[in-house]
C-alpha cells in the first residue's frame, strides 16, 4: 500500500531572473513530507496550467518578482480551471504590494505567501486548507 | 464495481481528456483498490505503444536525453508518453523532482504527456506503479512511452521487464568500465548510451565498453551509442537504434 502524498507544482511565470525564494520554498515543503515538481523559470501560464494537470498537483504555488503579478496570476488560476483543474489550490509568492491582494483573492489566489515567510506557515496553510476540503480525491 | 466517478475518468480519457489520465494515474500511484478494475476494463484499449526504459546514474543526462528525444520521436509524428521517476527522501518522504524541468519544450504540445513520480520508498510499490501508469498511457493511446529511473538495481531489473528496450544512460568520468560492471546494469541494458561526450573520456570509456560487451553473451546484441544532448547530437542515432527494436519487436 502506498501513501498519498501532497503534490505541488512549484513554478514562476514571466521573465524575473532568480529563483533562490521558489528553491527554498520547495526544498521546504519537500521537509514537510510533500512531493514537489519544480519547474523553474520563464513559464507561460498556460504552460504552468498544463503542467499542474498533467501532473494532478493538489497545490500550485507561483512566485512573482517582477511586478507582473496581477496579470500573470488570475491568468494562471483562469487556466488551470479551464482545463478541469478545479480543485487545485493556488497559492502565490513574490514581492506583491497589499493593495493587490483582495484582487487575487478574488482571482481565485487562495493565499499570497511574501518573502520571508516561514516555511512552516505555508506547510501549514496547505495542509489545513485541503485538510478542511475534506478528502476530494478519495484516493 | 467502478464508482461514478472512475467510470467518468476512463471514459474522459478514453475520449482524450488528459485531466481524466492524470487522475487515473494518481489512482495507479496511491495503489487503489480500484486499480485492478481499471486495469481490466482499458485492456482492451492496450498493446500497441512501444515502451522504453532510460535509466543510469544522476545527472548523467537523463531528462535532457528524453528532452531531444521526444522532440526527434515527435518530428516523425509519434505521439509521446513520458514517466519519470526520481528518489524520495529517506528521511522526510518528500521529495523534489527536476526531471520535468528539463522537458518544458513539450509542455503544450497536445501529444505528449508528461507524469513525474516520486519512488515513495517501497520498490516493489514503485514498480507496480510504473507499471500501471504504463498501461495507462497506453490505453490514452501513446504510441511511445519512455521511463526515467536512477539506475539502482532492483530497479532496473524491474523496468527491463516491463519495457521493451532498456537504455543506459553512462558519462565519462563515471569510472573504469569495471565499475560499471559492478553498477549491476550493463548486462541487462539493449542500448548503452555515453552521454556528455564533449566531455573528457568518452572516447575511454566507450572503447572499455566494446572491450567489455563483446562477443555478445546470449545473442544479446547491444549497442553503444554516443551524444551530447545538451547540444542535441547523436540523438538521431539514439532513434535510429530505437526504431530499428522497435520493428523487430
Ligand atoms: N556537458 C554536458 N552536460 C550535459 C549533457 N547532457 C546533459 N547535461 C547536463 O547535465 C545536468 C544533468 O542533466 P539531467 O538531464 O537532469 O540528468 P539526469 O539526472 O540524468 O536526468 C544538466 O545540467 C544538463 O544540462 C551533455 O551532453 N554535456
Ligand atoms: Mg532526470
Redesign the interface.
Known amino acids: ?5 501532497i503534490r505541488v507544482l512549484i513554478a514562476k511565470p514571466g521573465l524575473d531572473g532568480h529563483d533562490r525564494g521558489a528553491k527554498v520554498v ?2 521546504g ?12 523559470l520563464r ?1 507561460t501560464p ?2 504552468i496550467a ?2 499542474a ?4 498537483v493538489d497545490v500550485v504555488g507561483i512566485d512573482c518578482l517582477s511586478g507582473a503579478h496581477m496579470a500573470l496570476f488570475p491568468k494562471t488560476v483562469s487556466l488551470i480551471r479551464e ?3 478545479e480543485n487545485i489550490l493556488v497559492v502565490g509568492g513574490g514581492t506583491i504590494p497589499k493593495k493587490d491582494i483582495p484582487k487575487l483573492r478574488e482571482a481565485g489566489i487562495a493565499q499570497i505567501f511574501g518573502p520571508g515567510t516561514p516555511i512552516e506557515e505555508i506547510v501549514k496553510f496547505i495542509e489545513t486548507t485541503l485538510g478542511k476540503r475534506g478528502n476530494d ?3 | 464495481m467502478l464508482t461514478e ?1 472512475v467510470t467518468k475518468l476512463i471514459n474522459g480519457m478514453l475520449a482524450g ?4 489520465l ?2 487515473l ?3 495507479a ?4 483498490p480500484d486499480l485492478p478494475e481499471i486495469i481490466k476494463m482499458l485492456h482492451p484499449h492496450r498493446g500497441k505503444a512501444y515502451c522504453v526504459g532510460i535509466t543510469g546514474p544522476p545527472g548523467g543526462g537523463k531528462s535532457t536525453l528524453i528532452d531531444r528525444l521526444t522532440a526527434t520521436i515527435r518530428s516523425k509524428g509519434w505521439s509521446v508518453g513520458i514517466i519519470a521517476v526520481d528518489p ?2 529517506p ?8 526531471d ?2 528539463r522537458m ?1 519544450q513539450h ?2 504540445d497536445e501529444d505528449v ?4 513520480m ?1 519512488t ?1 520508498g ?1 520498490h516493489g ?1 514503485l514498480s507496480k ?1 510504473v507499471a500501471s501508469t504504463v498501461k495507462l498511457l497506453d490505453a490514452s493511446g501513446k504510441d511511445i512511452i519512455i521511463v526515467e529511473t536512477v539506475g539502482v538495481g532492483q530497479t532496473e531489473l524491474s523496468i527491463k521487464q516491463m519495457a521493451d528496450t532498456l537504455v543506459l544512460v553512462l558519462v565519462p568520468g563515471y569510472g573504469d568500465a569495471l565499475q560499471v560492471m559492478k553498477a549491476g546494469s550493463i548486462e541487462v541494458a539493449d542500448i548503452i548510451v555515453v552521454n556528455k561526450a564533449d566531455y573528457q573520456g568518452a572516447e575511454r570509456l566507450v572503447n572499455e565498453l566494446r572491450a567489455t560487451l563483446t562477443p555478445n553473451r546470449r545473442g544479446h546484441e547491444q549497442s553503444i551509442i554516443t551524444t551530447q544532448a545538451i547540444n542535441g547530437i547523436g540523438i538521431g542515432e539514439l532513434y535510429q537504434a530505437l526504431d530499428q527494436r522497435r520493428k523487430k519487436r
Open positions: 500500500m502506498r501513501h498519498k502524498k520547495a526544498q515543503l519537500r521537509d514537510a513530507g510533500m512531493e514537489i515538481i519544480y519547474v523553474g513559464l498556460e504552460q498544463e503542467a494537470i498533467q501532473e494532478d482545463k478541469g483543474g480525491n478519495q484516493d | 466517478r481528456q488528459k485531466n481524466s492524470a487522475q494515474i494518481s489512482l500511484e496511491n495503489d487503489s524520495s527522501s528521511i522526510s518522504g518528500g521529495a523534489v523532482l527536476g520535468r524541468i518544458n509542455y503544450l504527456f508528461i507524469r513525474s516520486a515513495r517501497s510499490g506503479a
